[in-house]
């Protein structure tokens, strides 16, 4: 009986025995999984004397940062590859000469196509994911005192089983139909997820629920950078990429044909027609808005591109959209005045899917990482007046060597940082600042000395609209250089750019110092004694921020510079078509 007893506690005890060390293994996994070690930091947006500032456990983040533009090998055009040992040596190289330079924020794309090593649908997304040289990045920066701050953009690199799947370029051949591939008017697939599908909510939505799960206890994560869109900058196509991507191999290519729009796709289409019922209900009531007594609800489709204008026989190169800077900066208006009522219901409905699409993912990641900002791609007002939850905005400007295009650019970058300040939003900015052949070529270096000139000037206004500068660099290697040309240089490349970048990193605001800047603009480019081309735009800035009026070389204010109905046909109203009244 004892000896039965005794085996019985001794049954037990080993019982005990497994269990506790299934639950220590349990708890060793999760900690792995999540890549946590034990002082994850808490980051957030505080307003200081009228801008955004950056906080990192209630310590203000004066740094710069960097935008590494990493794109996995699947062009010619990129390397190395995520699992290369030379993509991890890189990465810590950069981090290296970051911090030595007061550049201790560092933006990386992180890509589903890239972690994900499965060949069908897992049970779950997330199962077969190779976090290893991303952990490994995580882990070098916290030992630098870096911070990481992950982009999430559904385009172009997804898992092969994932655009299988799905029927995504090149899958969509022999009678197979993408639902949700975005799809202009030219019957043209594109290989990006149409705004708002629920089925690309799902899966990336899975990925980004993995990452974040992930990093989210990591003390060298400060945030997150969600992008929505073609090229996860909050916009519809046709866009640069999907139409110019020779260095990208699994995208098709078509040819650019103004007045081509999006999206027509199966799904859009579904959508649309739902929108029109909920807003109409009846035959009558649609008929009589759209002036069209053979319009049904039943056989309604998304009208052609002609069918959306009030001049048919004008239509702009791209469709009309409030996230349109350049348009709103340079014209003060997206040219939604030109369409007609199918064109407005089109315009309103495209605008709703966007927002229900930066909704998802903004709520998805901060209802599981309240405890760090999230950053949501774009830079416009639409945007930043969003009720939802989320802390700032990042986006990207395309550098130019032109100066005309470079006071524009000053402009806009600097209008739209003090327009985010007013909804109490950071902003961080990525310069693209062009990689010059010639200079390559004769000291090999990528930048001008004016090219650097203006983008620490530039960095320096940022600053001090409460904004944060990132220069925006190629993660391919300097050796790629040697026989080929490239719009924007790789890491570091010239010990002059870094400078620049410890300039602005080293900037210390005083006084109204964007008023500072904007006027030394203004007077360096002889503005003020010779109204060169450009001018209008520095002008602009220079009454923005040092609240006054200026007056060009012909007596008149700056004010009318620019604008719809001016009668003056302008280089941007010219290329944009949207201010057909002035552009006769």
């Known amino acids: 009986m004892k000896r039965s007893i005794l085996i019985s506690l001794a049954l037990i005890a080993i019982l005990i025995f497994i269990a506790v060390g299934f639950y220590a293994l349990k708890i060793f996994k999760n900690t792995a999984n999540n890549s946590s070690g034990t002082n994850a930091k808490k980051s957030e947006v505080k307003m200081v004397d009228g801008v955004p500032k950056l906080f990192i456990d209630g310590k203000e983040i004066s740094s710069s940062a960097v935008n590494v533009y990493y794109y996995p090998p699947q062009g010619k055009n990129h390397a190395p ?39 069908s649908r897992p049970k779950n997304i997330g199962d077969n994911f190779d976090f290893a040289q991303l952990d490994a990045v995580f882990s070098y920066a916290g030992q630098k005192g870096a911070y990481i701050v992950p982009i999430f953009t559904l ?34 697939v594109y290989n990006n997820a149409s705004m708002n599908s629920d089925i690309a909510q799902r899966d990336f939505g899975g990925f980004v629920t993995a990452i974040v799960d992930h990093y989210k206890n990591n003390p060298a994560l400060v945030g997150w950078d969600m992008g929505t869109g073609a090229t996860g900058e909050d916009g519809y196509g ?9 260095n990208i191999d699994n995208l098709p290519k078509f040819e650019i044909k103004s007045g081509t729009y999006t ?20 035959d009558q009531k649609l008929q009589a808005a759209w002036n069209d007594k053979f319009v049904s609800l039943e056989s309604l489709k998304i009208p052609k591109p002609a069918g959306m204008f009030q001049n048919e026989k004008s239509l702009p190169p791209v469709f009309p959209d409030p996230t349109d800077i350049f348009a709103l900066a340079g014209m003060g208006t997206d040219g939604k005045d030109n369409l007609n009522p199918r064109g407005l219901d089109f315009y309103e409905f495209r605008n709703e899917m966007r927002q229900k699409d930066r909704e998802y993912y903004a709520s998805l990641i901060k209802n599981n990482d309240p405890n760090h900002v999230l950053l949501l791609n774009g830079a416009s007002d639409d945007l930043f007046s969003q ?7 990042a986006f990207s400007m395309a550098g130019t060597v032109d100066k005309a295009e470079e006071s ?16 109490q939003k950071l902003t961080i900015i990525s310069d693209e600042h062009v990689c010059d052949g010639a200079e390559r070529s004769k000291n090999g270096e990528c930048e001008t000395p004016d090219q650097l000139s203006f983008v620490e000037k530039l960095g ?3 600053k001090c609209t409460g904004g944060i500068f990132a220069p925006a660099f190629g993660y391919y290697d300097k ?22 970048a410890k300039n602005i990193a080293d900037y210390q605001l005083s006084g109204n110092c964007a008023c500072s800047l904007a006027s030394g603009m203004y007077s360096e480019n002889k503005c003020d004694s010779s109204w060169m081309p450009g001018c209008e735009w520095l002008a602009k800035t220079y009454e923005s921020f040092c609240n006054v009026k200026v007056q060009n070389n012909k007596g008149s204010t700056s004010n009318g510079q620019g604008k719809c109905g001016d009668g003056t046909c302008d280089q941007i109203e010219k290329q944009s078509g949207m201010c057909p009244q002035d552009c006769k």
Do not use: Q
Request: proline content about 5%.
């Open 81 to 119: 590859a995520y699992n290369d040992a030379k993509w991890l040596a890189n990465m810590k190289a950069l981090i290296d000469r970051a911090v030595a330079n007061n550049t201790k924020l560092i933006l990386l794309n992180v890509w589903w196509s890239d972690l994900d090593k499965s060949t």
């Open 155 to 188: 385009f172009p690199f997804d898992p092969d089983w994932w655009l299988k799947e799905n029927n995504f370029p090149p899958h969509n051949t022999g009678g197979k139909v993408c639902d949700f591939c975005e799809t202009d008017s030219a019957g043209n």
């Open 238 to 246: 046709p866009n640069y990429i999907a139409l110019k991507a020779e």
């Open 263 to 282: 999206d027509y796709s199966p799904f859009f289409e579904r959508k649309f027609k739902e929108w029109i019922k909920k807003k109409y209900s009846s």
């Open 387 to 393: 009720a939802f939850n989320f802390d700032g905005v």
């Open 408 to 423: 524009r650019y000053y402009y806009t970058v600097t209008d739209i940082s003090k327009r985010a300040a007013k909804y």
């Open 460 to 462: 320096k206004s940022v």
């Open 479 to 500: 050796e790629y250089l040697a026989d080929k040309s490239s719009w924007i240089p790789p890491i570091w490349f010239s010990d002059k750019a870094m400078t620049a």
